[in-house]
């Protein structure tokens, strides 16, 4: 029995469980088989299984140093991909390959020992290119097949390493890296490409640089193999996105293309992640045997019931269910429930710390203070909005739900005059509290667009202010700001216009698991600044927790 038939054997007996597009494929390829369209050699498959499985050392714990086992659902790929043979021509059948399989699934190291193959086995005067959209991506394989090279030929008898090149010297064969920041991507002549995470890979209209050059590059081979090995990203309508609407195109039948090999480790629905921890293998084949850890996907299950973030990220890279780069951060009743009334009398006296999100003429500036009481984890925040008098009449923030009239009657918001925001008048602020309630800043965090003013009239009031980095940086605060607006732990007085700015803020998640608030792309009229600002709050309430409670 081929690996290719045990492994549908596994499937059809249940003892490993897949998803719809793996199940398909399988069928297909079995079909395939035994058709009689195809020669099915499976020589140089078995030399390159029997290769890897004795000589190709791991470098990670618990794994060091002992030979890759390579598991059904990997060999079941790598036996078709090298074993189906045209028969007028006798060349291999797939020239081009997409594995899509969650993180830690061993992705990486599998394809690492293919190319340990090829550099100490393969056909001399082949150059191998191991590519991505980065040069620190392209070097994840380029580095594990670098770590295998130097442990079965620790001498360098046949094989060198450089800083960009592994080479074999008797037979000739280079592997090398590309990125999409290569400056020149023209001149090469390639047998065989590993593109590296190409969910990455966010140019127009589906198209990739990079990948277009290994393309060109390989165009006078007769063999020519390309293999892309992703997790799903944050991008969209990317190079990714359409290679697997093609490939589901083909396992379907909708298109033909017999030179293409889909493998797909897809999840068949969100829900049946949070039901059934059984269908977990469908994105993550390893997880049954123990390479990739169940206990942990189960605590990281029960994180992303309680942080967005995480469930966002946690559902892209374990799961390879598609996720936009930036969704809706909070739910409704994640901000807007009951809240006391803010008496500022009541924290005569007080230390506050402060923040800023400032603004020259189209934007919402906002400016926030927070105040703790003694032995309470209630954090009070209050606020004051400015806009300038031009944002009264502009209709596109109005059709948005902007409420600017009303928001100034309601003491919320203070108009300037003319056509710009009134820069000092932030910092005035911060003096009116100072003055009439005796609250002293003890820091008042900005970013550093427009800021100069600012902290000119900061100074002159003997207000200390501290520049705060935007983006990522402020990953660790907004996760916080959620927490606590679930906990019901901030009262912001129910401040008409922070609603507005929380129901309209998104959180864009990197590949990391960072997060960082931005706009709605589509509705950029919708303005998150009294969110940014909140955010921004934490991050001074961060850095400073201990000496500012240590004074309230």
């Known amino acids: 029995m081929t690996y290719l038939e045990e492994y549908d054997r596994l ?28 020669i099915y050699d499976t020589t140089e498959a078995d030399k390159r299984i029997a290769f890897e499985e004795k000589l190709c050392l791991q470098s990670k714990v618990p794994y060091y140093m002992k030979p890759i086992k390579l598991m059904p659902w990997q060999k079941a790929f790598f036996e078709a991909l090298y074993s189906f043979k045209m028969p007028d021509t006798g060349y291999r059948r797939f020239t081009e390959a997409l594995l899509e399989v969650a993180r830690k699934n061993g992705k990486s190291s599998c394809f690492a020992a293919d190319a340990m193959y090829d550099l100490f086995v393969g056909q001399g005067g082949t150059d191998i290119c191991c590519a991505s959209n980065d040069d620190k991506q392209a070097k994840l394989i380029w580095k594990e097949i670098a770590g295998m090279r130097e442990r079965l030929d620790p001498k360098s008898t046949i094989t060198k390493k450089t800083l960009v090149e592994l080479r074999n010297t008797v037979k000739n064969i280079t592997i090398f890296r590309l990125a999409s920041t290569t400056q020149n991507k023209d001149g090469f002549n390639i047998s065989k490409t590993y593109l590296d995470e190409s969910h990455d890979i ?3 209209n589906g198209q990739s640089e990079v990948a277009e050059a290994c393309w060109r590059a390989m165009s006078s081979k007769d063999e020519p193999l390309f293999l892309n090995c992703t997790t799903q990203g944050f991008n969209r309508d990317c190079y990714l996105d359409h290679k697997i609407a093609k490939a589901k195109a083909v396992i379907s039948g909708e298109r033909d293309d017999i030179h293409f090999l889909p493998f797909l480790y897809e999840q068949d629905s969100e829900a049946e992640i949070w039901q059934d921890e059984s269908t977990w293998q469908k994105s993550n084949p390893s997880l049954i045997y123990g390479i990739k850890k169940i206990d942990k996907l189960r605590r990281d299950i029960e994180d992303a019931k309680h942080d967005k973030a995480t469930r966002i990220h946690l559902l892209t890279k374990d799961f390879n269910i598609p996720q936009s780069d930036a969704q809706s951060w909070l739910m409704l009743e ?40 003694p032995d309470s984890k209630t954090k009070f925040v209050i606020s004051m909005y400015f806009i300038p008098e031009s944002k009264l009449t502009e209709s596109a923030d109005k059709e948005a739900g902007a409420k600017y009239a009303e928001w100034a009657r309601a003491g919320l918001l203070t108009i300037c005059e003319g056509n710009e925001i009134d820069i000092a008048a932030v910092a005035d602020w911060y003096y009116m509290l100072f003055k009439q309630y005796r609250l002293k800043p003890y820091k008042i965090g900005y970013d550093q667009r427009y800021a100069k003013t600012f902290i000119e009239q900061c100074q002159m009031y003997g207000f200390e202010t501290e520049m705060l980095a935007q983006g990522r940086h402020l990953s660790n605060a907004m996760k916080l700001v959620e927490a606590d607006l679930k906990s019901r732990y901030i009262n912001y007085g129910n401040n008409a216009v922070d609603i507005w700015c929380l129901s309209n803020c998104c959180c864009q998640v990197d590949n990391i698991g960072n997060i960082q608030p931005v706009k709605n792309k589509t509705q950029k009229e919708k303005r998150i600044d009294g969110a940014v600002t909140l955010i921004m709050l934490y991050e001074m309430y961060r850095r400073y927790k201990e000496i500012y409670k240590g004074g309230v």
């Open 334 to 373: 994640d901000y807007d429930y009951p809240q006391d009334d803010i008496q500022l009398d009541d924290f005569k006296d007080s230390i506050i710390l402060g923040a800023v999100d400032l603004a020259a003429t189209t934007d919402l500036a906002c400016a926030k203070a927070l105040i703790m009481k």
């Open 11 to 38: 499937i059809r007996n249940g003892d490993v469980i897949v998803g719809y597009w793996i199940r398909k494929e399988v069928r297909n390829l079995i079909e395939d088989l035994h058709s009689g369209d195809y």
């Open 202 to 204: 966010d140019e127009e």
